[in-house]
């Protein structure tokens, strides 16, 4: 059974940074690609950043890039979203997926980051 | 960037009744390599992370039943579901994959009466 774990949400300070991680399992990880999906308190779903299977290639919404990165630990299973500069507007609960071509297939439970001082 | 609408927003159907939920896209989501689609279904049940429900505009996921079906082509999709039970009670969202940023429509919130 394929399972993701996110962790590493919370309150945090605007302009400080938060490092997500989703541990994956069910499945053979160094094979998928993975992204990150996100959803704002009662709004849809946002594409925040996709990572190749081999972490060769990351592709990041616009108003992430420059402050957020993808990464992956394929011998650990894990997947990352590193959060810097973080503003309000950052406030979701943060989804880890894994990419069924580039439509996501499973998702995890999710983690809230609220951004406020 | 691609943008997707759908519609409506809501609606509110009885046990048994068959729903469509509609979504356009700004530009084609068809990739003339492949010959398919690059369009996604997913539900959204209350308090519940999202679940693939079609993938290639018409292709079900494993495990997801038969009444769930997925049409349309270029820029014009349909999800509709027929004979609505009460679990089907959820948000719905389409989103392209064509290209980046990949985007999602602005859901569809299915009521049961």
């Known amino acids: 059974e394929v399972q993701l774990v996110e962790s590493g949400g919370g309150l945090v300070q605007p302009g400080r940074s938060m490092k997500l991680s989703c541990a994956a399992s069910g499945f053979t990880f160094s094979n998928y690609g993975m992204a990150w999906v996100r959803q704002a308190p009662t709004k849809g779903l946002e594409w925040v950043a996709t990572?190749?299977?081999?972490?060769?290639?990351?592709y990041y919404r616009d108003s992430v890039k420059g402050r957020f990165t993808i990464s992956r630990d394929n011998a650990k299973s894990t997947l990352y979203l590193q959060m810097n500069s973080l503003r309000s507007e950052d406030t979701a609960t943060y989804y880890c997926?894994?990419?069924?071509?580039?439509?996501?297939?499973?998702w995890g439970q999710g983690t809230l980051v609220t951004v406020s001082s | 960037d691609i943008v997707m609408t759908q519609s409506p927003s809501s609606l509110a159907v009885s046990a048994g009744e068959t729903v469509t939920i509609n979504c356009k896209s700004s530009q084609s989501l068809f990739g003339s390599v492949r010959q398919k689609n690059y369009l996604a279904w997913y539900q959204q049940k209350p308090g519940q992370s999202p679940k693939l429900l079609i993938y290639l505009a018409s292709t079900r996921e494993s495990g997801v039943p038969d009444r769930f079906i997925g049409s349309g082509s270029g820029t014009d999709f349909t999800l509709t579901i027929s004979s609505v039970q009460a679990e089907d009670l959820a948000n719905y969202y389409c989103?392209?994959?064509?290209?980046?940023?990949?985007?999602f429509g602005s859901g569809t919130k299915l009521e049961i009466k």
């Open positions: 990572i190749s299977y081999d972490g060769s290639s990351t």
């Open positions: 997926t894994t990419l069924l071509g580039a439509a996501f297939a499973y």
């Open positions: 989103q392209q994959y064509y290209d980046t940023p990949l985007t």
